[in-house]
């Protein structure tokens, strides 16, 4: 069974600023994707990010980015110049085989002004 | 692309009621995925769909939940019996088979069970 670890239950940043969200994962899978979801108050979760486990580059959408470390198991957000309307829970996720998503608790990212 | 749509957005209940909620996916989305998110948790992976094949089902689906995809296009989430521990969000997602297989959810249902 695959599970998902996000140790930072709330995290706070200033505008414009940088922040770092962690995840660990387990998994006995080879193959699997990573994905970063972002779930505003409104609750409509949004992908973020995704990353394939095959590919050692990591992966890049404009203002976020991950460090994906493989042999550790570790998957971290990176939010470059971080705006208000990055407000929300975000939440690390695995997809293996089976298709179904495990994910984390999710770490809530506040924006301060 | 209209994006996943879930109906009723918000169901209030009496304990011991049934309840059933709608899931529209993207379409052409082949595969259909039912979660359910409970406060400040992540959510849980209930069931899923392959067209109108439901593939597997979770623990955490009782025998009081049953999920349909009838010609493979919206499906429907029925509770029976409801209880109160089944107060929740009730999130649907939607994924093309292909390698990347990356779920879009819709906005959720949410149910509050009196």
């Known amino acids: 069974a695959q599970t998902v670890t996000q140790s930072q239950p709330e995290m706070s940043v200033q505008e414009a600023e940088t922040v770092t969200l962690s995840c660990t994962y387990d998994t006995s899978e080879n193959n699997y994707y990573l994905f970063w979801y972002k779930q505003p108050p409104s609750r409509q979760m949004i992908l973020v990010i995704r990353q394939e486990a095959y590919k050692q580059q990591n992966a890049t959408e404009n203002r976020f980015s991950v460090n994906f470390q493989k042999a550790a198991k570790s998957f971290s957000l990176k939010i470059s110049d971080s705006q208000l309307g990055d407000t929300a829970m975000y939440f690390c996720a695995h997809g293996g085989s089976n298709y179904k998503l495990t994910f984390g608790k999710g770490t809530l990212l506040t924006v301060n002004p | 692309d209209t994006g996943v749509s879930q109906n009723p957005r918000h169901k209030i209940t009496k304990r011991g009621q049934n309840v059933t909620f709608r899931c529209d996916p993207i379409s052409e989305h082949n595969r259909l995925y039912w979660y359910r998110q409970t406060l400040g948790q992540g959510p849980e992976f209930l069931t899923y769909?392959?067209?109108?094949?439901?593939?597997?089902k979770s623990r955490l689906l009782s025998d009081r939940f049953s999920a349909e995809r009838p010609k493979g296009s919206f499906s429907t989430l029925e509770i029976q019996r409801t209880e109160q521990g089944d107060s929740a969000m009730y999130l649907c997602?939607?994924?093309?088979?292909?390698?990347?297989?990356?779920?879009?959810f819709g906005p959720g249902t949410r149910l509050t069970v009196l």
């Open positions: 997602a939607s994924s093309l088979d292909r390698d990347t297989d990356t779920q879009y």
């Open positions: 769909f392959q067209n109108e094949a439901q593939l597997e």
